[in-house]
């Protein structure tokens, strides 16, 4: 299954790896702010999240300012990277992430939006309807050369009642790793 542009965000109910932020679960509705929600699935190994993570913290922080929830998904098999299990996801947190991270642990979540990579984007209105999904920006893994912002100019569309000229990007990653 894959979520595309006007369809509902499928609900969740997911341990959380950063209770300073959300508890320790959350789910779809905790997680959707006034004006709405982004959604990033992401890990801890990938390079090209590694490599934007304080693009993605300081998104996060745009968001917050903007009333639209911003929650980070880790859908990665971590029997194939160790990195990318709970614990980790924990440790990682505790650096300074301004916003949840939860655990699919089942891959349940990952499948039901069709996300392919990580980091990759989902961004929802107030009523949990899909206008923008793909990648933050085009140059993911070296942040000197982003010449592109298509998730906060699709979120400053949306706030500003329109849709988004672009509302569908490839998103630039790491393939998520399934379980077998």
């Known amino acids: 299954m894959t979520l595309n ?32 929600l982004v959604l990033v699935f992401e890990c801890n190994h990938c390079p090209y999240v590694v490599a934007s993570v304080d693009r993605m ?6 968001c917050k300012s903007k009333q639209i929830g911003f929650v980070g998904i880790n859908s990665n098999d971590a029997s194939v990277y160790a990195n990318d299990s709970f614990e980790h996801m924990v440790k990682r947190a505790k650096n300074g992430m ?6 699919d642990e089942t891959q349940e979540v990952a499948h039901a939006y069709g996300a392919k990579r990580t980091p990759e984007f989902f961004l929802f209105n107030s009523e949990n309807t899909l206008v923008y999904r793909g990648r933050m920006d085009d140059s993911p893994r070296d942040p000197t050369q982003v010449s592109t912002s298509e998730l906060k100019d699709a979120i400053d569309a949306m706030l500003d009642g329109k849709s988004p000229d672009v509302s569908e990007t490839e998103s630039i990653g790491c393939s998520v790793k399934w379980k077998a």
């Open 5 to 36: 542009i006007g369809d509902k965000a499928v609900d969740y109910n997911l341990k959380n790896a950063n209770e300073e932020i959300g508890g320790q679960s959350l789910s779809l509705e905790q997680s959707t702010s006034d004006n709405g």
């Open 98 to 103: 301004p916003y949840s991270y939860l655990y």
């Open 57 to 62: 913290n300081k998104m996060a922080e745009y």
